[in-house]
Nanobody
């Protein structure tokens, strides 16, 4: 059974930075296409970034481009999201998601992902 777990959320001031990490167990890590999603208060869950199995394919939402960087280390079996220049509108529960054998690309649709972490709260205070 595939299990996904996030870590690294917290409270940060506007303009600050946080790094989120995600690990996956129960399968071969390099088989997983992965993504970060977030659920802001009062809004629907939305994509942040996704990354292909090799790491060569990345898609970022317009709202985080040039501020957030998704990366993965297949040797260490970890997924990361470096978040810089944080804004109050980045406040949300952040989820790591994964799907097996999606090919050589990644999907921005939450409906493509089968495995989800429990989420980690990120709060940006002004």
């Amino acid at each position: 059974q595939v299990q996904v777990m996030e870590s690294g959320g917290g409270l940060v001031q506007v303009g600050g930075a946080l790094n989120l990490s995600c690990t996956a167990s129960g399968t071969i890590f390099v088989d997983l296409t992965m993504g970060w999603f977030r659920h802001p208060p009062g809004k629907e869950r939305e994509v942040v970034s996704c990354i292909s199995r090799s790491g060569s394919g990345i898609r970022d939402s317009d709202s985080v481009k040039e501020r957030f960087t998704i990366s993965r280390d297949n040797a260490k079996k970890t997924l990361n999201l470096q978040m810089n220049s944080l804004k109050p509108e980045d406040t949300a529960i952040y989820y790591c998601a994964a799907v097996k054998n999606l090919g050589h690309w990644c999907s921005e649709s939450r409906y493509e992902y089968d495995y989800w972490g429990q989420g980690t709260q990120v709060t940006v205070s002004s």
